[in-house]
RNA sequence: GGAGGAAUAGUCUAAUUGGUAAGGCAGCGGUCUUGAAAACCGCCGGGUUAGCGCCCUUGGGGGUUCGAGUCCCCCUUCCUCCGCCA
């Protein structure tokens, strides 16, 4: 959430900032509410203190045993009026608070501007293209074929983009997740968590995917429940409204859960495999960071999620998102794109993300130093990593003409043995 | 699902038949000191204001009242017990 006061002081400038997200903003309506919202305070403020003397007055009335009749009577229509006003003005703060939900963050004033992924920004690049010999199957066909995975019964289970995985490819699934949250809860330094998977209105209003993101959520209706898109939710609001000690930031966490997405409007895009699917696995990293430092941060947990590949051994790019593919609620996003070989092309595995105080604000996420005044955290996420996308490059740059897969030295502890093969081999 | 109890600021803990939130601890700044401790002073939820100040804040929302932490209703969470259950 825009914090009101600064949209208040430079609103030109803010504008301008969030409008490079190919966004049009409207602030007159909201300042002209903000306008009327500080006057009517003024007023029920000037008429709370009246009411506040006259009830002290009154009570020292009755304590000297006089007659106070008067003066309650004189009191009443006060209250009555302050009443009035306050509902006014509830209905007013209201307003201005949805209409504040449903601007997104400013991007960094240095993020590139551009309108779409044909503007982001190389970073660098680790390792090489694995080779795409004549024999190498793309991820689908050798996986249906090996036994891996089966699209046809996931679909018969959920519908399309529910994926089924099946004998090896499980395990190797399950491997990948264990291998990632053993990498990020151990040298990487985050604390696992192990979070809910449905999660209240508060919640994912507080990471910024209420009220705008309704459409493209599961939801249950009877309970009043969400089912999380990305960890980043549940993580995130571990530790929404409450005041944390400056001497515990930077937190740091990462945790494994299924993500469930309804992808409404995307239909014919990228359907294959898993490329684009409603359910996916992913590990997510989640930071508290003091503003101060946030941007650091950021390096540094882009550096932990390209680590995962960097010990798959999968060539990698870093793209810095240009403005207009930078999320509602971030500032600024680093993607990892890993490198798919019979696809010919990059996939994205994993967005790096500093939200500033945006979630903080909209999640009531502070912390206080010494004898200062509480203030909002930075919060930043990134994916560390999702498996889908990492199982095709995977399956495809360990694919050998045998059909079995040469796995990676840190994955074959995991699965105790150097070679998959499918059951159909 | 049923019965009972509880929720006060970072934390702990008070507040008369309803009278306008008192303290302790932790933390931070200052005085003092070679340095530290102790002691003393100040700060330590939010809004509004240039500032003084004023207003709001006792889990959330309503109600009664001149006035609600306190009384009434609804909701949430936690605890105890009963029932059901992997």
Same mark, same amino acid.
């Given at each position: 959430?825009?914090d009101?006061? $600064?949209?208040?002081?430079?609103?030109?400038?803010?504008?301008?900032?969030?409008?490079?997200?190919?966004v049009?903003?409207d602030f007159?309506?909201i300042?002209?509410?903000?306008e009327?919202?500080r $006057?009517?305070?003024g007023?029920?403020?000037?008429?709370?203190?009246?009411?506040?003397?006259?009830?002290r007055?009154?009570?020292?009335?009755?304590k000297?045993?006089?007659?106070?009749?008067?003066a309650?009577?004189?009191?009443r229509?006060?209250?009555d009026?302050?009443?009035?006003?306050?509902?006014?003005?509830?209905?007013?703060?209201?307003?201005?608070?949805?209409?504040?939900?449903?601007?997104p963050?400013?991007?960094?004033? &240095?993020?590139?501007?551009?309108?779409?992924?044909?503007?982001?920004?190389?970073v660098?690049?680790?390792?090489?293209?694995?080779?795409?010999?004549?024999w190498?199957?793309?991820?689908l066909?050798?996986? !249906?074929?090996?036994?891996f +995975?089966?699209?046809?019964?996931?679909?018969?289970?959920?519908?399309?983009?529910?994926p089924?995985?099946?004998g090896?490819?499980?395990?190797?699934?399950?491997?990948?997740?264990?291998?990632m949250?053993?990498?990020?809860?151990?040298?990487?330094?985050?604390?696992?968590?192990?979070?809910?998977?449905?999660?209240?209105?508060a919640?994912?209003?507080? %990471?910024?995917?209420?009220?705008?993101?309704?459409?493209d959520?599961?939801?249950?209706?009877?309970?009043?429940?969400?089912?999380?898109?990305?960890?980043e939710?549940?993580?995130?609001?571990i530790?929404?409204?409450?005041?944390?000690?400056?001497?515990?930031l930077?937190?740091?966490?990462c945790?494994?859960?299924?993500?469930?997405?309804?992808?409404?409007?995307?239909?014919?895009?990228d359907?294959?495999?898993?490329?684009?699917?409603?359910?996916f696995n992913k590990?997510?990293?989640?930071?508290?960071?003091?503003?101060?430092?946030? +941007?650091?941060?950021? !390096?540094?947990?882009?550096?932990d999620?390209?680590?995962?590949?960097?010990?798959?051994g999968?060539? +990698?790019?870093v793209? %810095?998102?240009?403005?207009?593919?930078t999320?509602?609620?971030s500032?600024? %996003?680093?993607?990892i $794109?890993v490198?798919?070989?019979? &696809?010919?092309? +990059?996939?994205e595995?994993s967005?790096?993300?500093?939200?500033?105080?945006?979630?903080?604000?909209?999640a009531?996420?502070?912390?206080?130093?010494?004898?200062?005044?509480?203030?909002?955290?930075? %919060?930043?996420?990134?994916?560390?990593?999702?498996?889908?996308?990492?199982?095709?490059?995977l399956?495809?740059?360990?694919?050998? !003409?045998?059909?079995?897969?040469l796995?990676p030295?840190?994955?074959?502890?995991?699965?105790?043995?150097?070679?998959l093969?499918?059951?159909a081999?």
């Amino acid at each position: 959430m825009i914090d009101i006061k $600064e949209l208040r002081s430079r609103p030109a400038e803010l504008k301008e900032l969030i409008e490079r997200k190919n966004v049009r903003v409207d602030f007159e309506r909201i300042l002209g509410l903000d306008e009327t919202r500080r $006057e009517l305070i003024g007023e029920t403020e000037k008429l709370k203190a009246e009411r506040n003397a006259a009830s002290r007055d009154i009570a020292r009335l009755q304590k000297e045993k006089q007659d106070a009749s008067a003066a309650i009577a004189a009191t009443r229509e006060t209250g009555d009026r302050i009443k009035a006003l306050d509902q006014e003005l509830k209905a007013l703060e209201e307003e201005q608070r949805q209409l504040l939900l449903a601007i997104p963050n400013a991007p960094h004033p &240095e993020v590139p501007v551009g309108n779409d992924e044909e503007a982001n920004v190389f970073v660098r690049e680790w390792g090489e293209k694995a080779p795409a010999p004549e024999w190498l199957k793309d991820h689908l066909s050798w996986g !249906e074929a090996e036994g891996f +995975y089966d699209f046809p019964r996931g679909a018969k289970l959920s519908g399309s983009g529910f994926p089924l995985y099946t004998g090896p490819g499980a395990k190797l699934e399950r491997a990948l997740i264990q291998f990632m949250l053993d990498l990020q809860s151990g040298e990487n330094g985050y604390t696992e968590v192990s979070t809910p998977f449905l999660v209240n209105s508060a919640s994912m209003t507080g %990471t910024g995917q209420l009220p705008k993101m309704a459409e493209d959520m599961y939801y249950c209706e009877r309970d009043d429940l969400w089912l999380i898109p990305t960890a980043e939710v549940p993580i995130t609001n571990i530790h929404a409204g409450e005041v944390l000690d400056a001497k515990k930031l930077p937190m740091k966490f990462c945790g494994y859960s299924p993500c469930f997405r309804r992808e409404a409007g995307s239909y014919g895009r990228d359907v294959r495999g898993f490329l684009r699917t409603h359910q996916f696995n992913k590990v997510e990293l989640v930071k508290l960071a003091r503003p101060e430092n946030s +941007y650091e941060e950021l !390096e540094k947990l882009l550096n932990d999620a390209e680590s995962v590949l960097q010990k798959l051994g999968l060539h +990698y790019r870093v793209l %810095t998102l240009c403005s207009g593919d930078t999320s509602f609620a971030s500032a600024k %996003t680093y993607d990892i $794109e890993v490198w798919s070989p019979a &696809e010919g092309k +990059y996939l994205e595995c994993s967005s790096c993300s500093n939200f500033e105080d945006f979630q903080a604000r909209r999640a009531n996420i502070r912390f206080k130093e010494g004898s200062g005044k509480p203030r909002f955290v930075h %919060t930043l996420n990134g994916s560390g990593l999702a498996t889908s996308r990492l199982i095709v490059a995977l399956v495809e740059a360990c694919q050998q !003409e045998d059909g079995s897969l040469l796995l990676p030295e840190v994955l074959r502890p995991y699965l105790g043995t150097e070679r998959l093969r499918g059951p159909a081999a």
